[in-house]
């Protein structure tokens, strides 16, 4: 299983572009990265995904390293209403060969 | 808004009583998921269906029992629940989980919360 370690937590001010990093250090070669944020008392949302490289949308960019043995989101110009848990997940779920875990998760608190 | 509707919200059991907990998606994914997650933690995966048949049980005691009639629904089925068992609930479902592709997203629902007295 791909394990997972980022920040337990992160502060910021509003309008200030934050990163959050996130190890995964035995990812395997068909593992995707997936960035999800939660609310409390929420289920958690989609927020990005890639493989490799570079991948932006309008809310988030996530940049992977060649040795995809970590990424960061970036969320560009963060607001109030970011302040939420960001969990990094890494994996998926295959019927036969295994699953993804999520991790402890980065609380991120933006303020004014 | 949330493609993967989970009722009720709101749960409320004693130790002796049976309740069911339900989810829907219309999105047609073939795999559908129960998480439990406590207070500041992340949500632990307790079962995975794939094709209406289980594929990951995570081990979950007895009085937790998953039941998918069809491609589109999910029930948790609860039966002598223990004060500890008080979470959040959250369903989730995806597009596939067969072949060498994992893509990884899951979509949630709002989560059912249940506080067994």
């Known amino acids: 299983l791909a394990k997972t370690t980022q920040p337990i937590s992160m502060d910021s001010y509003e309008g200030q572009e934050v990163n959050i990093t996130c190890s995964h250090n035995?990812?395997?070669?068909?593992?995707?990265i997936t960035w999800y944020q939660q609310f409390p008392s929420q289920g958690p949302r989609f927020i990005i995904q890639g493989y490799k490289t570079k991948v932006t949308n309008e809310v988030a960019s996530l940049f992977i390293p060649a040795d995809r043995k970590s990424s960061t989101l970036s969320l560009p110009r963060v607001s109030l209403s970011d302040t939420a848990v960001y969990y990094c997940l890494v994996g998926g779920y295959n019927t036969n060969a295994g699953k993804s875990t999520f991790g402890d998760g980065t609380t991120l608190t933006v303020k004014p | 808004d949330t493609e993967v509707t989970q009722t009720p919200k709101h749960l409320v059991m004693g130790m002796t009583n049976k309740k069911s907990l339900k989810c829907e998606q219309h999105m047609g994914h073939r795999a559908m998921y129960w998480y439990k997650q406590k207070a500041k933690k992340p949500p632990e995966l307790m079962f995975v269906?794939?094709?209406?048949?289980?594929?990951i049980n995570e081990s979950v005691p007895s009085r937790f029992s998953p039941e998918c009639p069809n491609s589109s629904l999910l029930n948790l089925h609860l039966h002598a629940l223990q004060p500890e068992d008080s979470a959040l609930y959250l369903c989730?479902?995806?597009?596939?989980?067969?072949?060498?592709?994992?893509?990884?997203?899951?979509?949630f629902g709002e989560g059912s919360r249940l506080t067994v007295l």
């Open positions: 269906y794939s094709y209406e048949k289980l594929s």
């Open positions: 989730a479902s995806s597009q596939t989980t067969s072949g060498d592709q994992n893509t990884g997203e899951l979509f």
């Open positions: 035995n990812i395997a070669t068909n593992d995707y």
